[in-house]
């Protein structure tokens, strides 16, 4: 097991004009997967994230990579820090894509990264202590968590219910096609969490050594839809299938829901009801409504109000 490893957070700049512009262009080709709204605002989700890690992962951290899109560099990020360094992710990716499953495939490209490093959404935070033991068991064999949320995991096991209505963007229909293309001849495992996975620079290695085609194709993709091969969801069905991974049940994780419709509501009753979880994951599937969720914002800024050391005093959002 190691002592320190690296962590690595996806994130992106929707003021970045550059960015914009390659979004305005290819748009058309866009699938409903893509949920546009949510890339016209955000509720600084990183912000906090940063701060839940500074606040429970602190002493296993070696160094934070964040791949941006063109490099963008968020305001309230102290950029005198040699523990936090900015990666873009077009010159990673060689290439232009709106689909995390794509960048998701060449993090272990980035170079001097840890054999073993954390993954993050920049929508993910930790709302409890989580050691290197939580994600590697005493044969140091790596451990994902399950789905808890159980609307979710029924989601996942009866998609064929939402699939004509596109419910989620196609994600459940995408799950199903990439499990079938690994040709495990078993039933579809759970969901994976909304929450941290810890990858393995050999295991992806090898990964992509198993299913060339799929993932030269996802990284030529530019937006996610039903036949878009996710790659993490692939991952750890590959290796959990071969013993190689833990993929265990033992982790809560709190899903906040950013919507079109009854966010507020929906989003009272989730943070009232939620209990004993370690994760939270904020979920964006607004199409038009542009305002982020008010609710969300105050539980978020209320949970996490001290600033992370990799944050700017200078600066804010």
């Not at 994130?11 to 997967?33: C, G, L, P, T």
């Not at 899903?255 to 966010?263: M, R």
Request: glycine share 2%; proline share 5%; net charge positive.
């Amino acid at each position: 097991m190691p002592k320190k490893i690296d962590v690595v957070y996806t994130w992106v700049d929707h003021k970045n004009e550059a960015w914009q512009k390659e979004k305005n262009q290819h748009i058309k080709k866009k699938s409903a997967a893509n949920n546009t709204a949510r890339f016209d605002s955000s509720l600084n989700e990183l912000k906090y994230s940063l701060r839940s890690l500074d606040l429970y992962f602190s002493e296993c951290i070696h160094k934070i990579y964040l791949v941006t899109n063109h490099g963008s560099i968020p305001d309230f990020i102290d950029q005198s820090r040699a523990d936090l360094v900015i990666i873009n992710g077009n010159e990673l990716l060689k290439g232009i894509s709106f689909c995390s499953c794509t960048f998701e495939s060449v993090l272990h490209e980035i170079p001097n990264l840890t054999e073993n490093f954390l993954y993050f959404n920049d929508d993910m935070l930790l709302t409890a202590p989580l050691s290197l033991k939580d994600l590697f068991d005493t044969t140091g064999k790596p451990i994902w968590y399950q789905e808890s949320d159980k609307l979710l995991r029924f989601i996942s096991s009866n998609s064929y219910l939402i699939n004509p209505f596109n419910l989620d963007g196609q994600v459940s229909k995408a799950r199903e096609n990439t499990f079938q293309q690994l040709d495990l001849n078993k039933k579809m495992p759970p969901p994976i969490g909304h929450s941290p996975r810890i990858l393995n620079k050999t295991y992806v290695k090898k990964f992509i050594g198993l299913y060339p085609e799929a993932i030269d194709h996802l990284r030529n993709i530019l937006f996610r839809s039903e036949d878009t091969f996710c790659f993490l969801d692939a991952y750890c069905y590959y290796f959990s299938h071969h013993k190689m991974l833990n993929f265990v049940k033992e982790k809560k994780t709190l899903i906040l829901i950013q919507s079109d419709y009854f966010s507020r509501i929906i989003n009272k009753l989730r943070i009232f009801l939620a209990v004993d979880f370690s994760f939270i994951c904020v979920a964006d599937l607004r199409n038009k409504n542009k305002h982020p969720c008010p609710e969300v914002s105050n539980y978020l800024e209320k949970t996490f109000p001290k600033p992370a050391r990799w944050e700017s005093t200078n600066r804010k959002i």
